[in-house]
């Protein structure tokens, strides 16, 4: 079966620099949900979007922001890295209230 | 927000025993999930249980909505168990889109 796809699966960037992270969704499902994992933390929901609209949002910073394109895949841009930003982003899908994972990109900020 | 509790915090079993790890949660919810974290980093979907009961395999899960508790049961543990297992809730609000509660799981450990 169809898995959601995450892009890159690792990124390294320097402090105060910029990264865009990709999600694909499972094909059919209406719903993206972004959250961050620090080390030894648990997932923290950051944003989500419906119908190319958003949704919720939870603890994400002003540095960061996202959208849902046409297709349904969505991207979060995150601006001025700082060191405690290195986490793993996983990204969700969903067309009801189930939400399915994908395998998360790890990034460093250095 | 909804409060979501894990127990144990940590589990360490010989292979081949049987565990229960319970959530606690705080509020009447719409979604509530169990996941396992690989040592990889990968969460796997385990159940997706907002009531009721589900087997799958040498697992199971229980969820006492009207008492605000779910039960995840892992039987005749294997090595390829260890990791850590998070519970998340979800209460929605109208949108169907709200995000996960995570609880701060429960690291289980099978030595051989």
């Known amino acids: 079966a169809a898995g959601v796809i995450q892009s890159p699966r690792h990124l390294i960037k320097e402090k105060r620099e910029t990264a865009t992270l990709k999600c694909y969704p499972i094909?059919?499902?209406?719903?993206v949900y972004w959250y961050q994992q620090g080390p030894g933390q648990d997932p923290q929901f950051l944003i989500s979007f419906y119908e190319k609209m958003q949704s919720d949002k939870g603890s994400i910073p002003d540095r960061f922001s996202a959208q849902q394109f046409s297709d349904y895949h969505s991207e979060l841009n995150m601006s001025s890295l700082e060191l405690g930003d290195s986490a793993l982003y996983f990204c969700?899908?969903?067309?009801?209230?189930?939400?399915?994972f994908g395998p998360g990109t790890r990034l460093t900020v250095t | 927000g909804i409060q979501v509790e894990q127990s144990p915090p940590d589990l360490i079993l010989q292979e081949g025993a049987n565990s229960t790890l319970r959530c606690n949660f705080s509020?009447?919810?719409?979604?509530l999930q169990w996941f396992h974290q690989n040592p990889w980093g990968q969460l796997i979907n385990l159940f997706y249980i907002p009531s009721g009961t589900k087997q799958n395999g040498r697992l199971s899960a229980t969820t006492v909505a009207t008492e605000r508790y779910s039960l995840l049961y892992i039987s005749s543990s294997q090595t390829t168990d260890s990791g850590v297992y998070f519970c998340a809730v979800a209460q929605y609000s109208g949108g169907g889109a709200d995000g996960l509660t995570f609880g701060k799981g429960t690291h289980l450990i099978i030595q051989p």
């Open positions: 509020d009447s919810v719409n979604n």
């Open positions: 969700a899908s969903g067309s009801l209230y189930e939400q399915y």
């Open positions: 094909p059919r499902h209406d719903t």
